[in-house]
């Protein structure tokens, strides 16, 4: 079953309220380092659910998967959208519920063609409330809400900003 059909497939059955802002998250959304911005299990495979990366004759093309969301997440995944900006693409994934008590709006997994990426959570929330509900659960940002961890390669920036599409965003970065 993909993505989509699943999506759509449990929300025909239970009609037009498929989920609810107030269903919590958090068990999904976790970290296994928040001071590293580590994603845990559970959101390494929904991240991974997303997008595949093929390489087709020598060039690396990257296109929304057709894996089913995690069991767990049908009916709280709302159906992705790809965009690109010359080799730099986009994948916004729709989310309906709440996280550390915030409006959780959507996952937006950012990266460049044969290279990194990262990833996103846009709230219905203040940068105040986003710092410190990431705080909460160990991400140790400072009242700037920006830190860069330093790596053997990259490195992490990790942040808290405005999203250019409202709300407010709680990014991983490597970089």
């Known amino acids: 079953m993909?993505?989509?059909?699943?999506?759509?497939?449990?929300?025909?059955?239970?009609?037009?309220?498929?989920?609810?802002?107030?269903e919590s998250l958090d068990p999904f959304i976790a970290f296994s380092d928040p001071v590293r911005c580590t994603p845990s299990k559970d959101l390494n495979d929904l991240l991974k659910s997303v997008l595949n990366h093929e390489d087709e004759g020598g060039?690396?093309?990257?296109?929304?998967?057709?894996?089913?969301?995690?069991q767990a997440l049908v009916g709280r995944v709302g159906e992705p959208r790809l965009e690109f900006d010359g080799r730099e693409y986009s994948a916004t994934v729709p989310l309906d519920g709440t996280w550390q008590g915030l409006p959780l709006r959507?996952?937006?997994?950012?990266?460049?063609?044969?290279?990194?990426?990262?990833?996103?959570l846009i709230f219905e929330a203040s940068r105040v409330e986003v710092i410190s509900a990431a705080n909460r659960v160990g991400f140790r940002l400072p009242p700037s809400g920006r830190v860069h961890l330093d790596d053997d390669v990259m490195g992490m920036s990790?942040?808290?900003?405005?999203?250019?599409?409202?709300?407010?965003?709680?990014?991983?970065?490597?970089g």
Not at 59 to 70: C, D, G, I
Not at 158 to 174: F, N, Q, R
């Open 59 to 70: 060039v690396s093309v990257v296109t929304l998967a057709k894996r089913p969301v995690p």
């Open 2 to 22: 993909s993505f989509r059909p699943a999506l759509f497939a449990i929300c025909a059955v239970m009609g037009s309220g498929c989920g609810s802002a107030a």
């Open 106 to 120: 959507a996952l937006v997994i950012t990266g460049w063609i044969e290279s990194e990426e990262g990833f996103s």
């Open 158 to 174: 990790i942040g808290v900003a405005d999203h250019p599409g409202g709300g407010t965003e709680l990014s991983c970065m490597p």
